[in-house]
């Protein structure tokens, strides 16, 4: 048993007002910036107090082309990568919990070892994929039949959320979940007639309330920030996303000086989607964490 102390206290607090003081800073200079002028931000050193432009670079910001559709095109992807991650991860977990097949032990370790493999490492094979889904089927039956099959996925939302669909962490949370359920349940629901479906959507899912929000908030913050992904596979300007907008939006090498202030005005804008799901949907996190029905 550790013994507390005053001292101890005193540094555990202070270690954490450091680090959120280094977390909140960024986000605080943002802040500052979209409320001065272009002219005020360039000055060395920036003003450290807010300003009163924020109205105007915020109208700035959104008369920006383009940005209504990148904002939807986020929603699109943010919600498409939730939506889907959370079902695939699902009904992955219940298959190799309640289905006794060969290898299935196998097949989740599998599936728990692409958490060492992101999107950035097999980028390039997932970009092929999406050129062409039927590049190995091509390959399979290059020898056999003269035949060639395309579908492209680039400048889709499609290609945008299906390479991104698979989750390990969200069959590892979901598959922890379910060894804990107890087996008197399962052979009471065979008693009762229910099937793998209704015993999944009746009872399983109710259960996992609390891993869908957790999953619901991670995700969706997740989905928002890709960068990466759609960057690379979206050329068409009204497909491209608000995160990527914004990047292009600065140039690092450029005759004309950014428009910092206007684009700490973008930032916060982008920011307010993910904000407002993390805010609202934290109050059920802790309420489905703490609730004697669980």
């Given at each position: 048993?550790?013994?507390r102390?005053?001292?101890?206290?005193?540094?555990?607090?202070?270690?954490?007002?450091?680090?959120?003081?280094?977390?909140?800073?960024?986000?605080?200079?943002?802040?500052?910036?979209?409320?001065?002028?272009?002219?005020?931000?360039?000055?060395?050193?920036?003003?450290?107090?807010?300003?009163?432009?924020?109205?105007?670079?915020?109208?700035?910001?959104?008369?920006?082309?383009?940005?209504?559709?990148?904002?939807?095109?986020?929603?699109?992807?943010?919600?498409?990568?939730?939506?889907?991650?959370?079902?695939?991860?699902?009904?992955?977990a219940f298959?190799?919990?309640?289905?006794r097949?060969?290898?299935?032990?196998?097949?989740?370790?599998?599936?728990?070892?692409?958490?060492?493999?992101?999107?950035?490492?097999?980028?390039?094979?997932?970009?092929?994929?999406?050129?062409?889904?039927?590049?190995?089927?091509?390959?399979?039956?290059?020898?056999?039949?003269?035949?060639?099959?395309?579908?492209?996925?680039l400048?889709?939302?499609?290609?945008?959320?299906?390479p991104?669909?698979?989750?390990?962490?969200?069959?590892?949370?979901?598959?922890?979940?379910?060894?804990?359920?107890?087996?008197?349940?399962?052979?009471?629901?065979?008693?009762?007639?229910?099937?793998p479906?209704?015993?999944?959507?009746?009872?399983?899912?109710?259960?996992?309330?609390?891993?869908?929000i957790?999953?619901?908030?991670?995700?969706?913050?997740?989905?928002?920030?890709?960068y990466?992904?759609?960057?690379?596979?979206?050329?068409?300007?009204?497909?491209?996303?608000?995160?990527?907008?914004?990047?292009?939006?600065?140039?690092?090498?450029s005759?004309?000086?950014p428009?910092?202030?206007?684009?700490?005005a973008?930032?916060?804008?982008?920011?307010?989607?993910?904000?407002?799901i993390?805010?609202?949907?934290?109050?059920?996190?802790?309420?489905g964490?703490?609730?004697?029905?669980?």
């Amino acid at each position: 048993m550790v013994e507390r102390s005053p001292w101890f206290d005193a540094f555990c607090h202070l270690m954490l007002l450091l680090g959120a003081i280094a977390m909140c800073l960024p986000l605080y200079y943002a802040i500052v910036a979209s409320t001065h002028s272009l002219d005020d931000v360039l000055k060395i050193p920036m003003p450290l107090m807010p300003g009163k432009e924020l109205f105007d670079n915020l109208q700035e910001a959104i008369r920006t082309p383009n940005f209504a559709r990148q904002l939807f095109n986020s929603l699109v992807l943010a919600l498409g990568i939730t939506i889907v991650k959370i079902a695939v991860s699902f009904i992955a977990a219940f298959a190799v919990t309640y289905f006794r097949f060969r290898f299935r032990v196998l097949a989740f370790w599998l599936i728990f070892s692409t958490l060492m493999l992101p999107v950035e490492v097999r980028i390039v094979p997932t970009y092929e994929l999406a050129a062409n889904v039927f590049a190995p089927l091509n390959w399979l039956l290059g020898g056999v039949l003269k035949v060639h099959l395309e579908w492209n996925l680039l400048d889709t939302y499609t290609g945008l959320i299906l390479p991104l669909a698979a989750s390990a962490t969200g069959t590892f949370l979901f598959r922890q979940l379910f060894l804990t359920v107890p087996d008197e349940l399962l052979e009471a629901a065979k008693i009762d007639g229910a099937g793998p479906i209704h015993f999944a959507r009746d009872i399983l899912w109710p259960l996992s309330r609390t891993n869908v929000i957790a999953l619901t908030v991670i995700l969706f913050v997740f989905g928002w920030n890709q960068y990466l992904w759609p960057m690379l596979i979206i050329t068409e300007p009204n497909m491209t996303t608000a995160v990527v907008g914004l990047a292009k939006s600065l140039p690092g090498v450029s005759d004309s000086v950014p428009h910092w202030n206007t684009a700490m005005a973008r930032a916060l804008l982008i920011s307010i989607p993910p904000v407002t799901i993390v805010l609202i949907l934290q109050r059920w996190f802790v309420k489905g964490l703490v609730d004697a029905e669980k």
